[in-house]
């Protein structure tokens, strides 16, 4: 029973790393960005707790209606209000490239998934397949049941052994 | 299922405040995907309708947003914006920024990519800051930060040098229009840097100050222009430059 405790407590203590490794400067970014993040989820709690909504009396009538208040959205203008020019700043130059891109990308992807099957067609289009499928998929599976079975023999030597000192034959 | 949906009259037309643009229509058939309808700036519900509450022209896309296209001076923070912003005082834990609303908003002194307790930037009363708006809401101060919702700052944060103008909000749409037509033109002649905050500000820096004159003049000038209009302005202000 001591020995368990023993045991557990030495892996509890593996588990965390050391003091002076947790001094160190690149351990100390991480552990400052996860500070970070939990301080801005609490943040974002609070103020979403901050903010009282009136649901019984906007939830029944408007469901259909949303509010969007931003004419960035809206009339769908670039990203970012910095731009350089002529390599004036080609920093700002290569930001903005990959903002217009992001903000492109994000835009493609809605499409598509307009374009494409819903998740609701696509479950309904397996439900039907379901069958087809599954004779597919068991087919494979006992099949790959089988050469397990037929190999078990072999596989077993295969087993993790610790190397052990045999004994030679006496003949 | 809806059982109703919106007939939307005036679309491309002039509506002043209290016009109902849209009323609530039974529709017989049940439409069983589900249409969010996505109302802009300037309309609101009131009752079974909906409303304007702005002048301007209203617009649609793709029939599912609404919103009316005004031009106004005064900005009114929305969240997420990002605007140019005029550090006004320096507070225990943020800046007080003037972003040109009915108030001025606080800038934490942490809400800066890589901030720090011990190593957060100084920026002194009269510093240009280029932010987002973190909290816009009616009746509360807005909170600014120069960082995107990763933590990135993404071109935002302090603006050094150049030289900042005001103009109305509608010539900050068309400046960050992506078939806006001033930038690229001016951005064709000569080589600068500018910074459109949808406050209607707008920071620009050049290699000269008389280039920066100019380009402010072209901007200025572009507001009420078409396409060609502009290219022969700056070729012309360009010409002038030369002589």
């Known amino acids: 029973m001591v020995k368990i405790y023993k045991m557990a407590a030495e892996s509890?203590?593996?588990k965390s790393l050391s003091k002076n490794l947790l001094k160190m400067k690149f351990m100390q970014?991480?552990?400052?960005?996860?500070?970070?993040q939990q301080l801005e989820d609490e943040e974002k709690r609070e103020i979403d707790e901050a903010h009282w909504v009136l649901d019984n009396v906007e939830g029944a009538r408007e469901d259909m209606i949303e509010y969007e208040t931003s004419y960035v959205v809206c009339e769908d203008l670039v990203p970012t209000g910095r731009m350089s020019f002529k390599k004036f700043n080609p920093a700002v130059?290569?930001?903005f490239k990959e903002l217009t891109a992001q903000k492109e990308l994000a835009e493609c992807e809605v499409r598509e998934m307009e374009d494409t099957v819903s998740d609701e067609q696509m479950a309904e289009r397996y439900d039907s397949l379901i069958d087809t499928v599954d004779k597919k998929f068991g087919g494979k599976r006992k099949r790959h049941n089988n050469e397990v079975t037929l190999d078990f023999d072999r596989a077993r030597p295969f087993k993790k052994h610790k190397a052990q000192f045999k004994k030679p034959k006496e003949d | 299922m809806a059982d109703h949906s919106y007939d939307f009259h005036f679309v491309n037309e002039v509506v002043l405040p209290g016009d109902i643009v849209a009323e609530k229509?039974?529709?017989k058939q049940i439409v069983v995907k589900k249409i969010k309808l996505k109302l802009g700036p300037g309309l609101r519900m009131d009752k079974d309708n909906i409303i304007a509450y702005k002048c301007g022209v209203l617009r649609e896309k793709d029939s599912t947003m609404f919103w009316i296209d005004n031009d106004q001076k005064r900005y009114i923070p929305v969240k997420n914006d990002k605007v140019v912003g005029i550090v006004t005082n320096r507070g225990g834990e943020s800046y007080q920024v003037d972003i040109g609303s009915s108030m001025a908003s606080a800038l934490p002194f942490l809400a800066f990519e890589g901030a720090t307790k011990k190593?957060?930037?100084?920026?002194?009363?009269g510093d240009l800051v280029y932010g987002r708006l973190s909290v816009a809401n009616k009746d509360m101060e807005a909170e600014l930060v120069c960082t995107d919702t990763n933590g990135k700052a993404n071109g935002m944060g302090p603006l050094k040098d150049g030289f900042l103008f005001t103009h109305s909000l509608g010539l900050t749409r068309k400046?960050?229009?992506p078939d806006g037509?001033?930038?690229?033109?001016l951005g064709k002649v000569f080589s600068f840097e500018s910074t459109v905050g949808l406050n209607g500000r707008t920071w620009v820096n050049s290699n000269s100050s008389d280039h920066t004159i100019l380009i402010v003049n072209a901007i200025e000038q572009s507001e009420y222009m078409t396409l060609s209009q502009i290219k022969q302005n700056v070729h012309r202000l360009a010409e002038g430059m030369r002589e």
């Open chain 1, 93 to 95: 130059e290569k930001l």
């Open chain 1, 12 to 14: 509890k203590e593996r």
């Open chain 2, 175 to 177: 400046l960050l229009n």
């Open chain 2, 25 to 27: 229509v039974k529709t």
């Open chain 2, 119 to 125: 190593n957060k930037p100084q920026l002194k009363i």
């Open chain 2, 181 to 185: 037509a001033v930038l690229k033109v």
């Open chain 1, 29 to 36: 970014r991480t552990e400052e960005a996860k500070l970070r």
